[in-house]
Nanobody
Framework: QVNLVESGGGLVQAGGSLRLSCTGYRRTISDFTMNWFRQAPGKEREFVADITSSGSISNYADSVKGRFTISRDNAKNTLYLQMNSLKAEKTAVYCC???????????WGQGTQVTVSS
């Protein structure tokens, strides 16, 4: 089992940038494909991005391509999400998830709030 703790959320103006982190505890995240999801108020959770265990392949939702970058530092046991050109309508709780295979989500963090002001 791995415990995941997100950080880096906060208040940012539309058009601004923010970097989220997700640190694993009790087990190395290098065993997992890692993912970012977000859930806006009153809406379903949506996939944002994922990255393979080695970091060699990443995938993005169409809505964030070109603006967000997922990365990982397995030596630090940490996953990142660099978010640029944030949009006001994308205020949400961002969560990371770890899976033994792509598109499998075995462990979840609690999430970090990102509020984008217009």
């Amino acid at each position: 089992q791995v415990n995941l703790v997100e950080s880096g959320g906060g208040l940012v103006q539309a058009g601004g940038s923010l970097r989220l982190s997700c640190t694993g505890y009790r087990r190395t995240i290098s065993d997992f494909t890692m993912n970012w999801f977000r859930q806006a108020p009153g809406k379903e959770r949506e996939f944002v991005a994922d990255i393979t265990s080695s970091g060699s392949i990443s995938n993005y939702a169409d809505s964030v391509k070109g603006r967000f970058t997922i990365s990982r530092d397995n030596a630090k046991n940490t996953l990142y999400l660099q978010m640029n050109s944030l949009k006001a309508e994308k205020t949400a709780v961002y969560c990371c998830a770890a899976g033994y295979r792509p598109r499998i989500y075995n462990y979840w963090g609690q999430g970090t709030q990102v509020t984008v002001s217009s």
